[in-house]
Nanobody
Framework: QVRLVESGGGLVQAGGSLRLSCAAS????????MGWFRQVPGKEREVVAG????????YYAAFVKGRFTISRDNAANTVYLQMNSLKPEDTAVYYC??????????????????WGQGTQVTVSA
């Protein structure tokens, strides 16, 4: 079991930046591939970015490439999502998730075992 707690969401103007954090507790953090997802009302949850256990491999959805960066600090049991050049369409609840895997980046929503409670990101025009 692992417990995930997101923080860092808030209200920002278009073009601004936010850094989301996801703190994990429980089993060994480095055993998990991690992902960031987002969801708006009435739509399915979608993957934003993923990172493998070591942090050496990452994945980004096309709509955030070049703007967002996922990273992790295994010593601090934390995964981050740096979001730059934010757009109003980035407004959503952002969730982090953990998947116990041997290797690789996991980008399928259904594959993840553990989820945080989410943090709201609102980008004003």
């Amino acid at each position: 079991q692992v417990r995930l707690v997101e923080s860092g969401g808030g209200l920002v103007q278009a073009g601004g930046s936010l850094r989301l954090s996801c703190a994990a507790s429980g089993r060994t953090f480095s055993s998990y591939a991690m992902g960031w997802f987002r969801q708006v009302p009435g739509k399915e949850r979608e993957v934003v970015a993923g990172i493998n256990r070591s942090g050496g491999s990452t994945y980004y959805a096309a709509f955030v490439k070049g703007r967002f960066t996922i990273s992790r600090d295994n010593a601090a049991n934390t995964v981050y999502l740096q979001m730059n050049s934010l757009k109003p369409e980035d407004t959503a609840v952002y969730y982090c998730a953990a998947k116990d895997v041997a290797y690789g980046v996991v980008i399928t929503t259904r594959a993840y075992d553990f989820w945080g409670q989410g943090t709201q990101v609102t980008v004003s025009a």
